[in-house]
């Protein structure tokens, strides 16, 4: 197959090529090792975690896995409050940009490109700059530890890569058809449903994902904005920071679990990460 | 063809005085875009507002009864504090060292990537796993899996390879210890590299190809290329990588508060604003602070978003 694909490089292609393509293994095997090492240890007995030199044929287990679930505080409300925070936030960040990014591409306002970067430069401005005054407004309002105010913040730090991710993919509609579409008298929820929607779909399913992997991974503005009740899943983690004697094999189930739904969304998103992560300027 | 023959009748159908149609569809036209534009200036731009004139206020939440203004004091001990100064200076080096290394490697492995090989897709897959992990968990797992003197993989893989040679006392060294900022900055590299390296490997797919056969053909060798052709085409993309993994660095929380907990040198300005803060409860220095970060971080961003811009204008002439 190879032979046939890369018939302009084949002439260079000798040892050499070989030897890199070797390199590449391996490089990429020394950069997925450690996620590969939690995932093994946290199916180890905590005994065999804690050996040196380790014990990678150790036999399996779901001990560190049980001990994580049921062992102490139950990391179940936290998980809860991750997806709902990273749930419903996406939801709200959807409603708003989706409307904004038809009103920077598909029907463009005067001085658009101003807007795109008043949104972008929000992203810019460093969050623990804000945390303060959040936080003071929380506590004279009532909303400390609480998972709504979690939510507006996690929307606010969604919202403008989704907007950027957004417009980039509505303005990859084609021009042709929304005017086809004017010509055939089709209404705006005509257009919006049979010309825009089957093309940004995926668009939107990827500004999604990586909207729900940024608000699930937040921890800094969870910490200081929640306690017991509105806990999310890294804040939990955060109390693995010191070490508890033998709990390797339970921490490295616990890595496991959080990261589980980002690895998950991550990989389903894998061809559309670059565009979220550059906000929308590489394609 | 036919929809320029039918526009202006459509155009024309409803007629009413053109001064209010035009700005009814202005107005119709910004519609959808106030409820995201509102909600960012009072979601991001009103609590700025608020730092700034705590900045200027007298407030520790230990003395609630000595709250007053302050002028320019907070930011005169924010400046002469050896921590702040401190904290600079690991901001910058952590960013910076995070940065380049994540580039450099992300740029190796790109390179790599862009040959046609068997399992290029596997490796692809492979090397965006480090991404995927939450990044406090990431932390967890290089501080105790992979750092810890005694139990850690590192120090597991040395006893391992000297017992291969049959010596017993293998080097175990505490790795937090003896290199706080460096353990933070690998921990760091290692999930940034995968991001450096997807922006890179999407600019070395957008090169001409054609022009790159033709220069082969007239005999150019491949460093030729890389430094003639590839290297100036990549240009933006490292300047959008560089730039784009400096405004996420620069933030950093996550890793300094769980491997080193801002210990050992390690305390950078996110952190210790969220020091002065949560633990000192001096609110007013806290703002000050961060006053100081926002203007530090508006300079990166004007160049941020002059690369940005670049790259979105040569979008728009396609």
């Given at each position: 197959m190879t032979t046939v694909a890369a018939p302009l490089n084949k002439k260079k292609e000798g040892r050499g090529g070989a030897w890199l393509s070797l390199l590449a293994w391996v490089i990429g095997i020394l950069f997925v090792l450690p996620v590969l090492w939690m995932v093994l240890t946290s199916f180890h007995s905590e005994a065999n975690a804690a050996q040196n030199p380790p014990a990678v044929f150790a036999p399996l287990t779901l001990e560190g896995y049980r001990e994580f679930f049921s062992?102490?505080?139950?990391?179940w409300p936290p998980l809860l409050n991750s997806l709902t925070a990273s749930v419903v936030s996406t939801a709200v960040v959807l409603l708003l940009a989706i409307p904004a990014a038809y009103a920077l591409s598909i029907k463009p306002v005067k001085k658009w490109s101003d807007v795109l970067f008043f949104f972008l430069s929000t992203k810019m401005l460093p969050v623990v700059a804000g945390l303060l005054p959040l936080y003071l407004f929380a506590q004279n309002a009532g909303l400390l530890d609480n998972i709504w105010l979690l939510i507006i913040f996690y929307t606010s730090m969604n919202l403008p890569i989704a907007v950027w991710m957004m417009r980039s993919f509505l303005s990859e509609v084609p021009v042709e058809m929304l005017e086809a579409a004017a010509v055939d008298g089709a209404g705006l929820t005509k257009t919006l449903r049979s010309v825009i929607a089957p093309v940004v779909m995926p668009g939107i399913a990827a500004t999604a994902l990586i909207c729900f992997i940024f608000s699930w991974n937040e921890l800094l503005f969870a910490r200081v904005l929640t306690?017991?009740?509105?806990?999310?899943a890294p804040v939990f983690l955060t109390s693995f920071v010191t070490s508890q004697g033998l709990f390797l094999a339970q921490l490295c189930a616990a890595a496991f679990v959080v990261s589980l739904p980002v690895l998950v969304a991550g990989f389903a998103a894998q061809d559309k990460l670059v565009q979220g992560l550059s906000l929308g300027s590489v394609k | 063809m036919t929809s320029v023959a039918e526009k202006p009748a459509t155009g024309t159908a409803e007629a009413p005085p053109p001064g209010v149609a035009r700005r009814a569809s202005a107005w119709a036209r910004r519609a959808p875009l106030l409820p995201a534009l509102v909600f960012m200036i009072i979601v991001t731009q009103l609590p700025f507002v608020a730092t700034l004139v705590i900045s200027f206020m007298d407030w520790n939440a230990y003395y609630p009864?000595?709250?007053?203004f302050a002028g320019f004091d907070n930011f005169a001990r924010v400046f002469t504090d050896v921590n702040m100064r401190d904290a600079v200076w690991t901001t910058i080096l952590l960013t910076a060292g995070v940065v380049l290394i994540s580039l450099l490697l992300g740029l190796g492995i790109a390179l790599l990537l862009d040959r046609k090989f068997r399992g290029r897709g596997a490796v692809r897959t492979m090397m965006i796993a480090p991404f995927l992990v939450v990044p406090v968990a990431a932390a967890l797992i290089w501080k105790h899996?992979?750092?810890?003197?005694?139990?850690g993989l590192f120090n597991g893989a040395l006893t391992w390879i000297w017992g291969l040679f049959g010596s017993d006392n293998p080097p175990q060294p505490d790795w937090i210890s003896n290199m706080p900022l460096w353990a933070v900055i690998f921990a760091l590299v290692w999930q940034w590299t995968p991001f450096m390296m997807l922006i890179l490997l999407a600019g070395l797919q957008g090169r001409p190809l054609d022009v790159i056969e033709a220069a082969r053909i007239d005999g150019a060798n491949n460093w030729q290329i890389f430094r003639s052709m590839t290297l100036p085409h990549l240009r933006q993309y490292l300047e959008l990588g560089a730039l784009l993994g400096s405004i996420y660095i620069v933030q950093n929380f996550d890793a300094v508060f769980t491997i080193t907990s801002g210990g050992l040198g390690t305390a950078n300005l996110p952190y210790t604003i969220y020091q002065i803060f949560y633990q000192a409860h001096d609110y007013g220095r806290a703002s000050a602070a961060a006053v100081i970060v926002v203007i530090g971080t508006i300079i990166i961003a004007t160049f941020a978003l002059r690369t940005v811009s670049s790259l979105f204008k040569e979008e728009g002439r396609r």
């Open positions: 062992g102490g505080a139950s990391p306690a017991t009740v509105a806990e999310t | 009864d000595e709250v007053g899996a992979l750092y810890n003197p005694e139990y």
